[in-house]
């Protein structure tokens, strides 16, 4: 169908489509008089029972960690279409360097700023906003100032397949492997089989740093790859001066 | 934040959300899309903040100050170029 | 008044689908598709939201002052990075028909061959 016609019929379909949005969410509780109980129910119990201070990444990790790991391999399996999409292009060394001094090195010592600050945010997650997946994105971003701030060929170093297929099946891995641990020791898949410690430090809520660790690295390694796979099939040829 | 604050806080972050959406609809030039849609970003980290959510906004700053730019300005170059 | 958190999301999702519709360019697309996304993040946040309540967050904070829903918090944070990667996958696809076709419009397309 043409474009006009097609642009009437969206106006028809979208106004009924509103229509039944605002009558479904009528239904809904107020806004700000939640009802169900499974909310209140985590609020007063992650911190005694799981001794988690992030109620959040406790639910994430522990209380519904078989689903975090489903997300996990969404995730990973997007990350494997971009790459049987885009992989097969000339894996050629381009000369592109930052001429400016001030950016080389101011760039330089965001790096490790950054990196250290993705590290917190990942360790920290049971205490603190934060988490692996917000710190992977982070940890990522450090790595991705290297083409941004210093050169191409420095990035290349880091942004290759050999080098961040292996971490990204570690932390796709590490979640399943976490799991099974438990249910080699007898107990239901992916439950907290060590000792709870003390809220609010950073050796509290038993196995499930491990599974937090496992996502952040996973995390990381799937955005570098996304970087790497579109950096390496359209950056490159536009700066070597081909098409 | 007492309840006081609150509540003109929300209000001005839901009114920003509606017009960063539309403006990210309006927009059809693409250097301009993608930073409109950095600024939609932000906005909604606003809003993740004002309704007590201090995890979802962590994760939509990272996402959407270095994710989204950069994914989107290599596919803008790429479709420049190929000109 | 309190419907218009709702209101909101309503309106987001409907601006988002109706570029989709109209749009020109698939880059402009993929990115409305981003914020017809966001209108479910509004929306489920908005069903969590306690009146008076602050983040769900018990360090040096007496345990049982209100605070609002964790679930949707975890829900909708692992979303937003799963998001990108959608986002790279509909970008390459772009990508790949530029290549292919020689444009990015999504009208003059036409059917699929090879």
Same mark, same amino acid.
């Given at each position: &169908?043409?474009?006009?016609?097609?642009?009437?019929?969206?106006?028809?379909?979208?106004?009924?489509?509103?229509?039944?949005?605002?009558?479904?969410?009528?239904?809904?509780?107020?806004?700000?008089?939640?009802?169900?109980?499974?909310?209140?129910?985590?609020?007063?119990?992650?911190?005694?029972?799981?001794? &988690?201070?992030?109620?959040?990444?406790?639910?994430?990790?522990?209380?519904?960690?078989?689903?975090? &790991?489903?997300?996990?391999?969404?995730?990973?399996?997007?990350?494997?279409?971009?790459?049987?999409?885009?992989? @097969?292009?000339?894996?050629?060394?381009?000369?592109?360097?930052?001429?400016?001094?001030?950016?080389?090195?101011?760039?330089?010592?965001?790096?490790?700023?950054?990196?250290?600050?993705?590290?917190?945010?990942?360790?920290?997650?049971?205490?603190?906003?934060?988490?692996?997946?917000?710190?992977?994105?982070?940890?990522?971003?450090?790595?991705? &100032?290297?083409?941004?701030? *210093?050169?191409?060929?420095?990035?290349?170093?880091? @942004?290759?397949?050999?080098?961040?297929?292996?971490?990204? @099946?570690? @932390?796709?891995?590490?979640?399943?492997?976490?799991? /099974?641990?438990?249910?080699?020791?007898?107990?239901?898949?992916?439950?907290?089989?060590?000792?709870?410690? +003390?809220?609010?430090? /950073?050796?509290?809520?038993?196995?499930?740093?491990?599974?937090?660790?496992?996502?952040?690295?996973?995390?990381?390694?799937?955005?570098? *790859?996304?970087?790497?796979?579109?950096?390496?099939?359209?950056?490159?040829?536009? +700066?070597?001066?081909?098409? | 934040?007492?309840?006081?604050?609150?509540?003109?806080?929300?209000?001005?972050?839901?009114?920003? $959300?509606?017009?960063?959406?539309?403006? !990210?609809?309006?927009?059809?030039?693409?250097?301009?899309?993608?930073? $409109?849609?950095?600024? =939609?970003?932000? !906005?909604? $980290?606003?809003?993740?903040? $004002?309704?007590?959510?201090?995890?979802?906004?962590?994760?939509?700053?990272?996402?959407?100050?270095?994710? =989204?730019?950069?994914?989107?300005?290599?596919? !803008?170059?790429? !479709?420049?170029?190929?000109? | 008044?309190?419907?218009?958190?709702?209101?909101?999301?309503?309106?987001?999702?409907?601006?988002?689908?109706?570029?989709?519709?109209?749009?020109?360019?698939?880059?402009?697309?993929? #990115?409305?598709?981003? #914020?017809?996304?966001?209108?479910?993040?509004?929306?489920?946040?908005?069903?969590?939201?306690?009146?008076?309540?602050?983040?769900?967050?018990?360090?040096?904070?007496?345990?049982?002052?209100?605070?609002?829903?964790?679930?949707?918090?975890?829900?909708?944070?692992?979303?937003?990075?799963?998001?990108?990667?959608?986002?790279?996958?509909?970008?390459?696809?772009?990508?790949?028909?530029?290549?292919?076709?020689?444009?990015?419009?999504?009208?003059?397309?036409?059917?699929?061959?090879?």
């Amino acid at each position: &169908m043409s474009r006009r016609t097609r642009i009437s019929v969206a106006w028809v379909a979208l106004a009924g489509l509103a229509v039944l949005l605002v009558w479904a969410y009528a239904g809904l509780p107020d806004f700000g008089h939640y009802r169900g109980p499974y909310g209140f129910v985590l609020d007063r119990i992650a911190t005694p029972d799981r001794h &988690m201070a992030n109620v959040v990444n406790a639910t994430t990790y522990d209380i519904r960690g078989f689903d975090t &790991m489903g997300e996990e391999f969404i995730l990973f399996a997007a990350v494997v279409g971009v790459v049987l999409l885009l992989r @097969g292009e000339e894996d050629e060394e381009a000369e592109d360097a930052i001429r400016s001094d001030l950016v080389r090195v101011g760039g330089g010592l965001a790096i490790g700023l950054l990196f250290l600050v993705g590290l917190w945010i990942v360790a920290f997650g049971f205490v603190s906003p934060g988490g692996g997946f917000q710190g992977g994105v982070a940890l990522a971003s450090a790595v991705v &100032m290297l083409f941004v701030a *210093v050169s191409y060929r420095a990035w290349r170093r880091v @942004g290759q397949e050999t080098v961040l297929d292996p971490i990204e @099946g570690l @932390g796709a891995g590490g979640f399943v492997v976490v799991g /099974l641990a438990a249910l080699a020791s007898g107990l239901p898949f992916l439950t907290n089989f060590w000792g709870p410690g +003390i809220p609010g430090t /950073l050796w509290s809520g038993g196995s499930a740093p491990l599974v937090n660790w496992a996502a952040g690295i996973e995390v990381c390694a799937a955005m570098l *790859v996304l970087y790497t796979e579109f950096l390496e099939a359209h950056v490159v040829p536009s +700066i070597r001066g081909t098409t | 934040m007492t309840l006081a604050t609150l509540v003109p806080l929300q209000s001005v972050a839901f009114a920003l $959300v509606v017009l960063g959406a539309t403006a !990210i609809v309006l927009t059809h030039d693409l250097l301009r899309l993608a930073v $409109v849609n950095g600024f =939609y970003g932000l !906005i909604l $980290v606003l809003l993740f903040v $004002v309704y007590g959510a201090p995890d979802v906004a962590l994760s939509m700053l990272v996402v959407s100050t270095v994710a =989204y730019p950069l994914l989107l300005l290599v596919a !803008i170059t790429r !479709i420049r170029k190929g000109k | 008044m309190s419907f218009l958190p709702y209101a909101v999301a309503v309106w987001v999702c409907i601006v988002g689908l109706f570029g989709i519709v109209t749009s020109k360019n698939l880059i402009h697309l993929a #990115v409305c598709l981003t #914020v017809t996304q966001s209108s479910t993040y509004v929306l489920l946040l908005a069903i969590g939201y306690v009146q008076g309540g602050g983040p769900p967050i018990f360090k040096g904070v007496k345990l049982g002052t209100t605070s609002v829903d964790p679930v949707v918090q975890a829900l909708t944070l692992t979303d937003i990075v799963v998001s990108v990667t959608v986002l790279a996958l509909i970008l390459a696809l772009a990508l790949d028909v530029r290549r292919d076709a020689g444009t990015v419009d999504p009208d003059k397309i036409g059917e699929l061959s090879g």
